[in-house]
């Protein structure tokens, strides 16, 4: 093993101990630039109109929660591509089960969250006991679940009861109820990292499972309870995106793409695709930039389909600007 | 037979009995046996050297003891009680640490965290940041090591010495009674060693059962005082230090006489022309390299880790080029700017780690043999199978010639031995016909015998016309196969000196005595 | 006599070990795909017939067969190309709209499509060897953007025809021939790019290279191979196979947008189910292809046990599991 013993200076020390995840500079730099190109070429109302400043952070909110889950998952050396199909699956039952009816509200809330412990739960299974590399896992979970889906609902299903739309559309005080529950999921997610034993043993798993298997730990756990948090969040996600869409529908996970953006806001944050390294403050920095593109494009009426062409290229090159400097050579 | 050689029992030592006793024990691996009703005793206080070449059951043996195998028969017994251990956390809470060759460590994770992995003190699931900090501030003052390193550092930023140190303190964290180290001194150098020593020492004064394994019988004879020989899983003899000589414990280990170490130099009428000059070469690491190398010279590079020998072959190879300066293979000032180019050029690179930068595990022999010529030839060029039209049995010859030890070439190479390994490293560059060698760590964790005869092959080459620059730290193969030695220091080539000089000359260029600038920190990588 | 019946069931016993030593080098694949082909033909007598199996069964999985191919070679070297899937929705709904129905347009069409193919897959291989981005990223942000790309040039409803000469790849037979009966043309290119692609792959020192990548990327840096040239040209190639699999599937097919859906994901599985590592250093063009051939022959006889279309998905999903599971099972086992 080959470690270069060229020491840091002390004040690289200071400020590595800050720990500012780069990817906040990223922000400033294109929120600022969004801004100059939404008063040239728009009305500039991105800066001044703070109904549509408060809408940036609210299309971070359905990607931001799936993100904080996929960073557990990413921090363990694995991933979990079924997120979308998760989030598909809540909303449709959720408007399913609710049909419009406030009584059925908790019923509706406990299933899927049982569905998404249970999708989270076999992915983290098949990975640690079957041995299965996690891309094809929940890449096979995903087909799974579709097929099943697709052969189930075809279309909006049920709708939700006003009562539930609190969760999308409220406020307490200025700020937005969403805003509240992805900085508290946010949070929860640091807090559990950083200053809790499972947090410490994911770290350690997903770094070198076999130094972590070796101190004792149950990795297998470890996975597949990261596993499980992650599928949670996305059911968190889906149900705040049906209480926006008032009802559900089969495709509201893969329209939003939010298996590769979870995964890529994830990265562009800081934490390595291997594991070991990051956290979630650096993948909200990462979703807080979609969101400000989203909302630039918006203001500056680009066409639906060439925001998705755009979409594909950000990413690729978002990730691109921070591969670059790393010397391995990759997959 | 060497009278001198004494039984244990009549061994001079205050404790009557053991910490630590492995009696009969017996491991069988699919087609090996790999231990044979081996039994050794292993006492408080005391330095117990364990020795003998690839393959004799040195691992084998630590790893059992240490809880990572369960042998077939045998028992072990720590302070006269017999134990079992299914798996080495087991071990470790007994009181019985290893650590290996290979650092264990989470290189993003801070030195407390590292240390404290799946112990850390917590309440309700929940951390407590300071007292782990402190639980391991307490530990590094025991060791004596507080000054060096500090429980919020991030590992990565440490030098490997002070990671040795941190999987040391990681060891003895459980209360360890028997500190078992496999390998411990492969990755520094002599000035770190000596680090390691004191560090050993103020160990053993706790009371504690130090084991180690080791290659470097120089080491060996240091700090050691007791010396267990194994040969082909077999308990040879315990012997005190003081009763013997390193060419006692070659006699044990290999069964033979090894008179001579190392082969002779080079005659002055070997040495040819100059084949590479490097002239005011720079990089982002390296400044103002000047160096020639001949036809005929093995040319040994030294240096303390990190002085920039392993970039400077990096830089020589295009693998980390040089962005100033100028570079000429046999009189062509091209710059090398990839590895395809400098293999072109007639250059070949053993590295350092041949696990992860020199062999190609899941292929067989025969195809990592001819990687380097294919990689030469077109893209599309046709695959000839055995280095045809060069010569019908080119990946036979050259096995027979380095000397692998195999059954079959379509063996995939993870399989091989790691003395066998390096050699087919070895035989792909001979198939490229290379002219410049470039040897990284030619014999990092090597047996005895192995070793030798990889030393034969370099001095056989550079019989045949072959240049050759090695990079080494282990002193004494620096000292004894080279005909000329550059300094490295921060990057630069800070002297010259010639063949076999001392030892200590060698230390007081590595250490940057031009500049006048020691200091432990500096040993520790903190400047 | 007694000698003699010794004699002959000792040699009757070494043939006997002799031929098994060989039969447990046959690849698994073979037998599996065998053995669900036969139970399809069981289940649909159409499936007996000469026309049964060259016209209809091979002309179908012919596609598919293509585009394994080049996904293999781009596993093997360590990556994945998620990308095709859009490339062939790119190629059907984008051919569709520069022929309008002229049948002069056909061969410049096919031309554009190769080009494009080259592009995207110079674009994937670059972007995974010089801006180091995990070839996962890089080829799933293509998928998007590609599929973008068709949905902006389309406004989301394609219109626009097939002539017949374009749909000749896909559709076309060659007729009267003996034994076979009809022979499509879609094999033939099968036949063709197989051939072509077993040499370069197994006999020329592009294939060792790319296993060399796919196993220690690092080492072959070191041994000179020059990766960013390897790795390109395994997504290159890649791209333009699922060029040439989107005419043929453009032959005989609908024009829609979801033509390509989740085509990437079974050219992995059946890379895999041929036995493909998925983490690299080890593959096979005749594996990939009969890996191919099983998944159809699978999706076959799950239609023919009535099982509804979407648990296609389901079930292969848990195909592909099961494949890796027991690539992985058996890898630990030989250790």
């Not at chain 2, 720079?282 to 000047?290: H, P, V």
């Not at chain 2, 990190?306 to 830089?315: F, I």
């Not at chain 3, 049948?103 to 554009?112: D, F, H, L, M, R």
Request: with cysteine.
């Amino acid at each position: 093993m080959t470690i270069s013993a060229v020491p840091t200076s002390g004040v690289k020390q200071w400020l590595r101990s800050i720990r500012i995840p780069p990817v906040f500079y990223f922000l400033v730099i294109i929120f600022v630039g969004g801004a100059a190109l939404d008063l040239i070429f728009a009305d500039g109302q991105m800066v001044r109109n703070q109904t549509i400043l408060t809408n940036i952070f609210v299309r971070s909110v359905a990607l931001g929660i799936v993100a904080i889950g996929q960073t557990f998952v990413i921090l363990g050396a694995s991933i979990d591509l079924s997120v979308a199909l998760v989030i598909s699956i809540t909303s449709v039952m959720t408007s399913y089960i609710m049909q419009g009816d406030p009584a059925n509200v908790p019923l509706a809330i406990l299933v899927v969250l049982a569905i998404g412990a249970t999708t989270g739960l076999v992915n983290g299974l098949i990975i640690t006991k079957l041995k299965v590399n996690a891309f094809i896992a929940t890449l096979g979970t995903t087909l799974i679940l579709r097929g099943i889906l697709n052969a189930t609902f075809t279309n909006f299903e049920g709708s939700v009861p006003r009562s539930f739309e609190y969760f999308g559309y409220e406020k307490i005080g200025p700020i937005p109820v969403s805003i509240i529950v992805l900085v508290a999921v946010t949070l929860v997610g640091w807090f559990i990292l950083s200053r809790t034993k499972f947090g410490y043993q994911l770290y350690g798993t997903g770094g070198n499972v076999d130094v972590a298997r070796l101190s004792g730990l149950r990795t297998d756990r470890v996975i597949i309870i990261a596993h499980i948090i992650c599928s949670l969040t996305a059911v968190i996600t889906g149900l705040f995106l049906v209480s926006r869409l008032r009802a559900g529908a089969p495709w509201v996970g893969t329209d939003g793409v939010y298996d590769l953006e979870s995964v890529a806001t994830t990265v562009i944050g800081g934490t390595a695709l291997a594991g070991g390294k990051g956290g979630v403050w650096g993948t909200l920095g990462g979703v807080l930039i979609f969101g400000v593109i989203d909302t630039l494009f918006n203001q500056l009426g680009i066409n639906p389909y060439m925001k998705n062409i755009l979409r594909g290229a950000i990413i690729v090159l978002a990730v691109a600007s921070y591969t670059i400097r790393s010397k391995r050579e990759s997959a | 037979m060497n009278d001198k050689n004494l039984d244990v029992s009549e061994a001079t030592t205050a404790e009557a009995q053991p910490l630590l006793e492995v009696r009969n024990i017996t491991k069988r691996f699919p087609g090996v046996l790999a231990l044979d009703k081996v039994s050794v005793k292993f006492y408080p206080g005391e330095v117990h050297a364990v020795v003998g070449e690839n393959g004799a059951g040195k691992s084998t043996l630590m790893k059992i003891v240490s809880g990572a195998y369960v042998p077939d028969s045998g028992d072990i017994f720590l302070q006269g009680e017999k134990v079992h251990f299914a798996h080495p956390i087991q071990a470790y809470k007994k009181g019985v640490s290893i650590i290996y060759q290979e650092f264990n460590l989470l290189p993003e994770r801070t030195v407390a965290q590292n240390i404290f992995l799946g112990r850390e003190p917590a309440r309700v699931g929940v951390i407590d940041i300071p007292q782990l900090n402190k639980m391991t501030q307490d530990l590094l003052r025991d060791m004596g090591v507080e000054k060096l390193i500090e429980p919020t550092e991030q590992v990565s930023s440490l030098s490997v010495a002070a990671q040795q140190i941190v999987e040391i303190a990681k060891a003895i964290s459980y209360d360890s009674k028997v500190l078992i180290m496999d390998e411990p001194t492969a990755s520094l150098t002599s000035v770190e060693v000596k680090l390691l020593d004191d560090l050993v020492m103020r160990l053993k004064a706790k009371g504690m059962a130090i084991i180690f394994i080791s290659h470097r019988l120089v080491e060996v004879f240091e700090i050691a005082e007791k010396i267990t020989v194994l040969k082909d899983g077999q308990f040879v003899n315990t012997v005190n230090k003081a009763d013997v000589t390193p060419t006692d414990i070659v006699t044990m280990m290999v069964g033979r006489e090894l008179d001579q170490f190392f082969p002779p130099l080079g005659l002055p009428e070997d040495l040819g022309e100059v084949v590479l000059r490097v002239e005011n070469a720079s990089n982002d690491f390296l400044k103002d390299i000047n160096l020639e190398l001949r036809k005929g010279e093995v040319l040994g590079v030294a240096g303390l880790q990190g002085s920039g020998r392993t970039e400077l072959a990096q830089a020589l190879f295009g693998v980390e080029p040089f962005k100033s300066g100028e570079i000429q293979i046999h009189g062509n000032s091209r710059p090398v700017k990839s590895p395809f180019y400098a293999i072109s050029q007639g250059m070949g690179f053993v590295t350092e780690d041949r696990k992860s930068e020199g062999i190609f595990p899941q292929q067989p022999i025969r195809d990592n043999i001819l990687m380097a010529i294919r990689a030469l030839q077109s893209v599309f060029g046709l695959v000839r199978k055995d280095g045809v039209p060069k010569s019908k049995n080119l990946v036979s010859t050259l096995s027979k010639k380095v000397d692998v030890r195999t059954d079959s070439y379509d063996r995939e190479v993870q399989f091989l031995s790691g003395g066998n390994q390096q050699k087919v490293v070895l035989a792909k560059w001979l198939a490229s016909d290379a002219s410049i060698f470039i040897f990284d760590e030619p014999t990092r964790g090597i047996d005895v015998e192995a070793k030798a005869s990889i030393h034969e092959i370099i001095r056989q080459l550079t019989k045949q016309g072959v240049a050759v620059m090695m990079i080494s730290s282990e002193l004494p193969e620096i000292i004894g196969m080279s005909d000329r030695v550059l300094v490295m220091w921060d990057g630069k080539i800070t002297g010259e000196l010639p063949s076999r000089s001392s030892e200590e000359e060698l230390m007081l260029m590595a250490t940057g005595h031009v500049n006048n600038h020691i200091s432990t920190n500096a040993v520790a990588g903190k400047e | 006599m007694t000698t003699t019946s010794i004699t002959n069931s000792s040699r009757a016993a070494s043939i006997l070990s002799n031929g098994w030593v060989l039969i447990k080098k046959i690849p698994p694949i073979y037998p599996i795909f065998f053995v669900i082909f036969i139970t399809v033909g069981i289940l649909n007598p159409n499936y007996q017939t000469m026309n049964g199996i060259f016209n209809v069964f091979l002309r179908r999985a012919s596609p598919l067969a293509i585009l394994a191919i080049g996904q293999m070679i781009v596993l093997a070297s360590g990556g994945f190309d998620l990308s095709v899937g859009s490339m062939i929705t790119f190629v059907v709904v984008g051919s569709s709209m520069l022929l309008s129905n002229d049948p002069q347009k056909a061969y410049s069409t096919i031309a554009i499509m190769m080009v494009a193919g080259v592009v995207v897959g110079l674009i994937n291989g670059l972007t995974v060897s010089v801006f180091r981005v995990p070839s996962l990223i890089v080829t799933l942000g293509m998928l998007l953007l590609v599929k973008g790309v068709v949905m902006y040039w389309s406004g989301g409803a394609p219109k626009g025809y097939f002539t017949d000469n374009y749909r000749w790849f896909g559709r076309g037979t060659i007729d009267n021939v003996p034994i076979f009966g009809k022979f499509p043309i879609a094999l033939i290119i099968l036949l063709v790019i197989s051939v072509l692609a077993w040499f370069i792959f197994h006999r020329t020192n592009f294939g060792k290279q790319i296993l060399a990548i796919g196993d220690n990327v690092r080492a072959s840096q070191l041994s000179g191979v020059r990766v960013r040239l390897v790795r390109t040209t395994a997504f290159v190639i890649s791209s333009v196979l699922a060029v040439v699999s989107g005419v043929l599937i453009g032959g005989y097919g609908g024009i829609s947008t979801n033509v390509g859906n989740g085509l990437e994901f079974q050219a992995v599985s059946a890379a895999v189910i041929g036995g493909t590592l998925l983490l690299g250093g080890k593959g096979s063009v005749p594996n990939a292809i009969f890996g191919a051939f099983t998944l159809e022959a699978l999706f076959n006889l799950l239609n023919l046990l009535g099982l509804p279309k979407p648990y296609k998905d389901a079930v292969q999903g848990i195909i592909i599991i099961g494949a890796v599971a027991y690539a992985a099972f058996s890898t630990r086992k030989k250790r």
